[in-house]
C-alpha cells in the first residue's frame, strides 16, 4: 500500500504541488471577488511575490522562510500602494487597470535585469516539499473559512450584494476594498513565493495574463461563495489534463476545448460553482443559525 | 525626419486595423454593457478561415474577404444566442456576461487550433498583388494602402449605418435604454443579435487584414490583440464607435513611436499599458466615451 | 429640541436645479413627513441626508454635528439610518443575515478570537443571532428569518430593510416610502411600529405618497415641489394649504 502511493506521488507528484499552489492562489483572487471586485492582477502579484522571495534567497542568502514573508510583504505592499487609487474604479474598468498593472509588471520582469530578463531568475534551491504548501493552503483555507464570519468578511459580503446599502450601515466600502486586496496580494505573494522555490526557477509567461483568467476560472468553477470553492476549482481544473490523459484524451485541442465547456456550463447551469452542489444540502435553517 | 513620416505612416495602417477590431468590441459594449472577451477569437477564425478558403478552396482573396466576414457574423450570431441569451436575465449578467465570453474564447481557440494546427501559417503567395511605391521619402505598399481603405471604409459604412438607418438607431435606443426602446416597440432581442452579427463580422475582417498585414496567422493571434483591442476601447471611451477609431489609430501610432524612439520592441507595450493605467486612474470614461466609471 | 437641522440645501445634477433653499427642521422623538408630486426632490434630499449625495450648496446639521460634507459611511456612524425608494436589500443573503450585516457599526466580531475558536466569539455570535431575531420580530418577519431576501414579498422586503436599518440601534431613521404596495393592515402595522420607535425617542422623516398614513401619522409635514419647500406645518395645516392642494392636482376642490 505505501508503496503504491510512494508511486503514485512520483508519477503525479508534481501535479499534486501544482494544485496546491493553484489553489492558494485561487484563495487569493477569493478575497477580492467575496467583496465582489474583479481584480485580474493577482498573477501579478504572485509575480512579484516569487521574484521577490527568489532575489532573498539567491542574492541575499535569506533563509527559506525569511523570503517568503519577504515575496509576501512586498506583493502586499505593491498591493495597498495600488490598491488606493484603483479601487475607486468600477466593475470592467477596474479589471482593465489591473489587467494593465499585471502586463506593466511582467513586461518589467522580462526587461530588468535583476528578474533575469526573459528567462527569469533561475537556479532557486527547491526547497518548497508537498507538506510545506499543503499547511500553506490549510492556514489559508482556515483564515477564509474564519474570516466570513468576522467583521471584515461580514463587510466584504454587504459590499457585493449592494454597495450603496452597505456603505449606509457604515460600512467604509475603499477602505474595505483596500483591506481585502491587500490580503489578497499577500496571499498571491505567498504562492509565488512558494512556487519559485519548487522547480528552481521563476519566469514571465508564469504570471501573465492567461495565469490571471485562470485563477479566475478556478474561482468560478469551483464557487467563490464558501473556502473550499476555490480549492475545488483549482483541483479540478489543474488536474483536468491528467484526468483526460487517463481515459484516452491527450489532444491539446480538446484538452482546451474541455476547458472551456466546463467553464461555459457552469456559468450557465451552476452559477454558483461546483461548490454550490454541497452547499444545497444544508437546511436553510441551519445556515440561518451558523450565520 | 523621412524616418519620422514612415513611422507615421505605418501607424497608420496598424491603427486602422485595430480601429476595426475595436470598433466591434465597442460596439457591443455600448449596446449590452458587457466586455465580450470571445471577439479576439472571431478576429482568429476570420482570419484563419479566409485563409483556408483561399488555400483549400482556391478563391480569390477578394471572394474569400466577405465569405470569412460573413463567416465570423455567424460566430457572433453563434456567441449571443449560446452564451449571452441564457444570462440576460440574471443580477450579475455583466459579470457572468464576461465570464461566458471567456469560456466562448477558449472553445473557439481549441476549434481554430483543432482545425488548423499550432503553427502559424500565411496567405500563399500571390493571394494580393503587391505594389511598392515611394512617395517623399516613405515606402507604402499597395498592400497597405489597401488594408486602410478596407478597414476605413468598413468603419465609414458603420458610422453611417448607426447613424442614419432606421436600425441603426434602434441600435442606439437599445444602447441608451433597453426598456425604454421596448416599450418603443424595438424588437430589442434581434436588434442584439444583429449587433453582435455586426460586430464579430468587423472582427473577423480585421482578423483577415492583420494576417495579410503580418503574413502570419496562427491560432493564438489572438492573445496579443485582446489586451490591445481592451486598451483602444479604454482609450477612446467605451460605447463610442469613433473613440475606437481614434484610440485605435492613436494606439497605433503610439505603439510604432515607442519601438522607433526607444529603438526596441520590448518597451512598445508597457507604454500601451502605463498609458492605459493613466487613463483609467485619470480620466476613465475616455476621449469620447460616456457611461459611468465609478461607484455611485 | 430640533435634532435635525436642514439648511437651505441645493443640488444641481447639470442643467437640473433638483433642490433649491430647502429649509426645515425636525424635533426629537417626532414623525416628520416629507411629500410632493413626483420629481420633487424628496429621495434627492434623502440621499443628501445620508450622505449617498453630497449638496451643491447648504449645511444640514444633525444634533450640532455637520452631515452635509461626510461620506455615507460616516453619517451612519452618527446614527443615521435609511431605507431605498428602490429597495436595495442583500439578495441572495437570508433575512436573518440581512439584520446580522447590519450590525457592522455595533458588532467587533474580532478575528482573533475566531482563529482560536475562543467561547466569547460564539457567545457574541449567538447575542447578535437573539437579537436580530428580535429586530426581524418586531417588523412581523420572524417567520421568516431563514428565507432569502429576494423570495420575499414586496411588503415583506420593505420590512426587511427597516429591520436592517434598525439593526445598528439608529437615532435618527430615515424611510423613503416605506408603505408603497402594501396593503392597509400591512401599512398600519408599519405605522404602529413608527410610533412606538418615535416613543422610544427615535427621530423618523418618512417619504410617503400614501397621503392617509401620512396625514395620520406625521406630527408635521414639510411640502415639496420642483425641489422647493412650499410650507412645513401640521398635517391640518397642509392639509388646506393652496399651494400644495395646486401642487398635486392644480386648481380645483381636493378632498383629503
Known amino acids: ?291 | 525626419m523621412n524616418l519620422l513620416a514612415q513611422q507615421l505612416v505605418n501607424g497608420l495602417f496598424i491603427g486602422s486595423v485595430y480601429g476595426l477590431f475595436a470598433v466591434g468590441y465597442t460596439l457591443v459594449f455600448g449596446v449590452l454593457d458587457i466586455l465580450n472577451l470571445a471577439h479576439a477569437a472571431v478576429f482568429t477564425l476570420g482570419g484563419l478561415i479566409a485563409l483556408w478558403l483561399v488555400q483549400a478552396g482556391g478563391l480569390s482573396i477578394w471572394l474569400a474577404f466577405p465569405l470569412a466576414t460573413l463567416f465570423a457574423g455567424l460566430l457572433g450570431l453563434l456567441l449571443n444566442q449560446v452564451a449571452f441569451v441564457p444570462l440576460r436575465k440574471r443580477a450579475d449578467s455583466q459579470f457572468s456576461g464576461l465570464i461566458s465570453s471567456i469560456a466562448m474564447a477558449i472553445i473557439f481557440e481549441a476549434v481554430a487550433l483543432g482545425l488548423f494546427g499550432a503553427r502559424s501559417v500565411r496567405f500563399p503567395q500571390g493571394t494580393v498583388s503587391v505594389h511598392i511605391w515611394h512617395i517623399a521619402g516613405v515606402t507604402i505598399t499597395s498592400l497597405q494602402v489597401g488594408i486602410v481603405l478596407v478597414a476605413t471604409l468598413l468603419m465609414l459604412v458603420l458610422t453611417f449605418f448607426i447613424q442614419r438607418t432606421r436600425t441603426g438607431k434602434a441600435i442606439r435606443t437599445v444602447a441608451e435604454n433597453e426598456r425604454a426602446a421596448m416599450l418603443l416597440g424595438v424588437n430589442v432581442n434581434g436588434i442584439i443579435a444583429f449587433t453582435f452579427f455586426i460586430s464579430s463580422a468587423l472582427g473577423g475582417a480585421a482578423g483577415i487584414l492583420y494576417g495579410l498585414y503580418f503574413d502570419s496567422l496562427a491560432p493564438d493571434m489572438g492573445r496579443s490583440i485582446e489586451l490591445k483591442g481592451l486598451a483602444v476601447i479604454i482609450l477612446g471611451g467605451m460605447g463610442s464607435i469613433p473613440g475606437a477609431i481614434l484610440g485605435g489609430l492613436a494606439f497605433g501610432l503610439s505603439e510604432v513611436l515607442t519601438v522607433a524612439i526607444s529603438g526596441t520592441s520590448n518597451l512598445r507595450d508597457a507604454v500601451a499599458f502605463t498609458v492605459l493605467f493613466a487613463i483609467l486612474l485619470i480620466r476613465p470614461s475616455g476621449l469620447l466615451g460616456r457611461g459611468k466609471t465609478r461607484e455611485a | 429640541m430640533n435634532d435635525l437641522r436642514v439648511n437651505n440645501i441645493s443640488r444641481r445634477f447639470g442643467g437640473l436645479q433638483a433642490l433649491l433653499g430647502v429649509s426645515f427642521e425636525v424635533t426629537r422623538g417626532t414623525i416628520h413627513g416629507l411629500i410632493g408630486p413626483n420629481g420633487a426632490g424628496k429621495t434627492t434630499l434623502i440621499n443628501i441626508l445620508s450622505g449617498v449625495l453630497s449638496p451643491t450648496s447648504g449645511e444640514v446639521f444633525y444634533r450640532d454635528q455637520a452631515l452635509h460634507r461626510l461620506p455615507a459611511h460616516r453619517v451612519a456612524a452618527v446614527g443615521v439610518a435609511r431605507t431605498f425608494q428602490n429597495i436595495r436589500l442583500f439578495p441572495t443573503m437570508t433575512c436573518l443575515e440581512n439584520v446580522l450585516a447590519g450590525h457592522h457599526l455595533t458588532a467587533r466580531r474580532p478575528l482573533l478570537p475566531r482563529l482560536l475558536r475562543l467561547p466569547s466569539a460564539g457567545r457574541e455570535d449567538r447575542q447578535l443571532a437573539a437579537e436580530s431575531r428580535g429586530t426581524l420580530a418586531r417588523v412581523g418577519l420572524d417567520a421568516k428569518a431563514a428565507h432569502l431576501a429576494r423570495n420575499l414579498s414586496y411588503g415583506e422586503r420593505r420590512r426587511l430593510e427597516i429591520a436592517r436599518a434598525l439593526s445598528f440601534s439608529p437615532s435618527l431613521l430615515l424611510l423613503d416610502e416605506p408603505v408603497a404596495g402594501m396593503r392597509r393592515a400591512e401599512a398600519a402595522e408599519v405605522a404602529n411600529l413608527a410610533r412606538s420607535l418615535a416613543g422610544e425617542g427615535m427621530t423618523i422623516l418618512l417619504i410617503e405618497h400614501n397621503m392617509a398614513f401620512v396625514m395620520n401619522l406625521c406630527s408635521r409635514i414639510t411640502v415639496l415641489n420642483f425641489g422647493r419647500v412650499i410650507t412645513t406645518g401640521s398635517p391640518e395645516d397642509v392639509r388646506g394649504h393652496r399651494e400644495v392642494v395646486e401642487a398635486y392636482l392644480g386648481s380645483g376642490d381636493y378632498h383629503a
Request: charged share 10%; proline share 3%; with cysteine.
Open chain 1, 1 to 291: 500500500m505505501l508503496e503504491q502511493l510512494a508511486q503514485f506521488y512520483a508519477v503525479y507528484g508534481s501535479v499534486i504541488n501544482f494544485i496546491g499552489i493553484n489553489a492558494l492562489m485561487a484563495l487569493s483572487l477569493n478575497v477580492t471577488l467575496a467583496a465582489g471586485m474583479l481584480s485580474l492582477s493577482n498573477a501579478a502579484f504572485a509575480g512579484l511575490g516569487g521574484y521577490a522571495a527568489g532575489i532573498l534567497t539567491l542574492h541575499f542568502k535569506m533563509p527559506y522562510v525569511v523570503s517568503l514573508c519577504g515575496g509576501a510583504l512586498t506583493a502586499g505592499l505593491v498591493g495597498l500602494v495600488l490598491g488606493l487609487p484603483v479601487l475607486r474604479l468600477r466593475g470592467v474598468f477596474l479589471a482593465m487597470a489591473t489587467l494593465a498593472f499585471g502586463e506593466v509588471v511582467r513586461i518589467a520582469a522580462v526587461n530588468l535585469d535583476i528578474t533575469g530578463g526573459a528567462e527569469g531568475l533561475t537556479g532557486i534551491p527547491n526547497v518548497t516539499k508537498t507538506w510545506m504548501i499543503y499547511l500553506a493552503l490549510a492556514g489559508a483555507a482556515y483564515f477564509m473559512a474564519v474570516l466570513r464570519r468576522s467583521r471584515l468578511g461580514w463587510a466584504l459580503v454587504s459590499m457585493r450584494e449592494d454597495e450603496t446599502a452597505a456603505a449606509c450601515l457604515g460600512i467604509h466600502i475603499t477602505y474595505y476594498k483596500v483591506v481585502a486586496f491587500t490580503i489578497g496580494a499577500m496571499l498571491a505573494g505567498l504562492a509565488g513565493g512558494m512556487y519559485a522555490h519548487l522547480n528552481y526557477l521563476i519566469t514571465p509567461r508564469d504570471f501573465g495574463f492567461f495565469i490571471a483568467v485562470d485563477l479566475l476560472i478556478y474561482n468560478i468553477v469551483g464557487g467563490t461563495r464558501i473556502w473550499y470553492g476555490p480549492i475545488l476549482g483549482a483541483a479540478l481544473i489543474t488536474a483536468l489534463p491528467e484526468i483526460l490523459r487517463g481515459v484516452g484524451v491527450t489532444a491539446g485541442p480538446i484538452r482546451m476545448a474541455v476547458n472551456g465547456l466546463i467553464l461555459l456550463l457552469v456559468i450557465l447551469f451552476l452559477p454558483n460553482g461546483l461548490a454550490s452542489i454541497f452547499t444545497r444540502f444544508r437546511p436553510a435553517a441551519a445556515k440561518a443559525e451558523a450565520a
